[in-house]
């Protein structure tokens, strides 16, 4: 006998997706964020958020986090966050493209040391001097490649009036008329567009050398706000003898800049709220 074939029992109703689910979700990108460790940008970010966005998520976008999501000379990596501003997924951008190689401490004569590092840029060539070593030229080229994905990354965020913030060494007026990544012609163009350049000292938010500083903004007026509420208007008050030296090496033979690479974590602070606030 064949058993009985009753009529198909009814699709289970459809559960109404919570709030919590199909709200998208956006992310706040720091590229070139470096390691992650305590008092980041991620991690005061956080610290502001933890009570007002569940939606919104911090990424440290570095190929020290993740050989390959992190690897912003790699094209799709780059393309797919570039695609995700497009789609509206990006809330807001910062970035701190590797300024070794437009470092103005490469000018100075370091003491005691035979083959010092020196400058790779000047102001009439920019993106590199001819004649360079091997290793030179990948330092440079590397720099290079990096500070133009920042720039793409820039004329999107104006263009799609997404918060964005650009971080480099304040060069421009420096009397020794070094390289000055903001003397180029791509964030000359930028500059003319409705940003804010905010100029300011790091030893202020606790740097261990004065390390002037301009913060190029997109849709972030409240930078320059919260710039001017530090001391002094966060340009430095301090003595000669304040600042440590940044030229030459330890005794361990590490580079005494090395420490200065790394934001302090009061300037973190200020730019993850003021962040927070765009």
């Known amino acids: 006998l064949q058993p009985a074939i009753g009529p198909a029992a009814a699709p289970p109703p459809r559960l109404a997706i919570p709030e919590e689910i199909g709200t998208p979700t956006q992310v706040v990108l720091h590229i070139y964020s470096g390691q992650r460790r305590e008092g980041d940008l991620q991690h005061w970010y956080e610290h502001s958020a933890s009570d007002t966005n569940n939606y919104i998520f911090f990424l440290s976008i570095d190929i020290a986090n993740n050989e390959t999501k992190g690897d912003l000379t790699n094209w799709t990596t780059t393309a797919f966050w570039i695609d995700q501003m497009h789609t509206g997924r990006v809330d807001a951008i910062l970035a701190g493209p590797p300024c070794e190689t437009w470092s103005a401490a490469r000018t100075i004569p370091i003491e005691g040391m035979k083959h010092p590092p ?29 500070l133009r994905v920042t720039i793409l990354f820039l004329y999107a965020a104006v263009n799609l009036k997404i918060p964005a913030i650009m971080e480099h060494p304040a060069t421009v007026n420096d009397q020794r008329q070094v390289a000055s990544s903001w003397l180029l012609p791509e964030l000359l163009h930028i500059q003319k567009s409705d940003v804010t350049m905010v100029h300011f000292h790091q030893c202020m938010l606790g740097q261990i050398s004065i390390k002037p500083t301009t913060l190029l903004c997109v849709c972030m007026p409240q930078v320059q706000d919260r710039i001017t509420a530090v001391t002094n208007q966060c340009q430095c008050n301090h003595g000669f003898a304040y600042h440590r030296a940044l030229t030459g090496r330890n005794e361990d033979g590490s580079c005494r800049s090395a420490k200065a690479k790394t934001y302090p974590s009061k300037m973190c602070e200020l730019l993850a709220a003021a962040t927070h606030d765009a």
Do not use: F, I, T, V
């Open 118 to 146: 020196r400058p790779l840029r000047s102001r009439e060539l920019p993106w590199g001097l001819p004649y360079l070593s091997r290793r030179e030229y990948d330092q440079l080229a590397l720099g290079n490649q990096l």
